[in-house]
């Protein structure tokens, strides 16, 4: 096989392309905005296609960065019930932008670091740094301390590997969640939404109200039980998914095009614990988001009730890391 990073300029960006030449594959990189991961295509029926979607001028124009890619979700996924918390005594008052709610954290649509990308013989490679105080800084005292998030994406062959990490730089301890928000199109080529079936291990779901989780979670309606699959035919979702499951240290969710009898494929590992899907206005029902999350929506203060909502909590100078594997079979 051989790979290869190309850079190219768009209005001033750099975005920076992941190639295997010997499928085909490739995976787009805008670190400017967000490090959003924005067009990805893998062999499919021994043609590369699209599996991930952005506008078409998303890298000289990027803007609405939750709806475009790959949006980075960090130090928080999703909502902040009225954009406030308490943590370790103190109170906090997040700025929300002009909407209803803080949402998706800070790491969105920032500057981030490019700290190396190449190639080897296996694989081409960018990896990417985003810290509160460097790249964010004016949200520095929104949060309780300060944070360093990595993002390694990695290509070759049919799958893409997403190594994250997480490090608390500072004595104090970090509460902090992390998600990805990616648009994935399914069916690969037809427009008929018939022809894409998800499948996602998930049996229950948190009972939600204006967006935000009640603390109760429920076995899956008929609507939102995806195990045995259901077609995109008709979809309106925006749900919480949660008690997923993994084979061993492995929870897969499954996106298959019937027509091609070919399938784009979610694994991650533990600390996922929550499934956000969501279809989108746009996209003419071949669209989905299907998000893994460390925490469900507004963890920091359901965790101040006593409920687990999964919000985790890094200790001085630790450090921890997960992984996003995405990948396309037939």
């Not at 190219?8 to 967000?34: K, M």
């Not at 008052?93 to 190396?116: C, L, R, T, Y």
């Not at 669209?287 to 909502?309: F, H, K, M, S």
């Not at 890094?314 to 079979?329: A, P, Q, W, Y």
Request: a negative charge.
């Amino acid at each position: 096989m051989a790979f290869s990073v190309e850079t190219s300029d768009h209005n001033g960006r750099t975005v920076y392309t992941l190639l295997d030449e010997t499928s085909g594959a490739l995976a787009s990189v805008l670190p400017s905005y967000g490090f959003n991961l924005f067009d990805v295509r893998l062999p499919v029926a021994g043609i590369p296609r699209r599996v991930v979607v952005a506008a078409d001028d998303f890298p000289e124009n990027p803007a609405n960065p939750g709806r475009n890619g790959i949006p980075v979700l960090f130090p928080f996924p999703n909502r902040i019930r009225e954009s406030k918390y308490s943590f370790d005594g103190q109170s906090y008052d997040v700025p929300n932008g002009g909407k209803p709610m803080a949402i998706h954290g800070f790491a969105i649509s920032a500057v981030w670091d490019v700290v190396d990308f190449g190639a080897t013989d296996t694989e081409a490679f960018i990896l990417g740094r985003f810290q509160i105080s460097k790249n964010h800084p004016e949200m520095l005292p929104f949060w309780p301390t300060d944070a360093i998030l990595t993002i390694r994406y990695s290509l070759s062959g049919a799958k893409l590997t997403m190594a994250i990490g997480v490090e608390n730089p500072t004595e104090r301890e970090l509460p902090y969640g992390f998600g990805i928000h990616p648009y994935f199109r399914i069916p690969f080529t037809s427009t008929d939404p018939a022809d894409g079936t998800v499948i996602l291990p998930a049996s229950e779901y948190w009972v939600q109200e204006g967006n935000l989780p009640t603390g109760e979670r429920n076995p899956v309606e008929p609507r939102i039980d995806f195990r045995d699959g259901q077609t995109m035919a008709g979809q309106k979702l925006d749900d919480v998914l949660t008690n997923l499951a993994f084979t061993g240290d492995t929870c897969v969710c499954r996106l298959v095009d019937t027509e091609l009898n070919a399938e784009f494929r979610l694994r991650f590992g533990h600390p996922f614990r929550e499934l956000v899907i969501f279809t989108p206005p746009f996209g003419g029902g071949t669209l989905i988001a299907v998000e893994p999350y460390t925490q469900t929506t507004d963890a920091i203060n359901l965790e101040a009730r006593g409920i687990d909502a999964g919000l985790r909590i890094l200790g001085g100078g630790k450090s921890e890391s997960m992984t996003i594997v995405m990948e396309t079979i037939g």
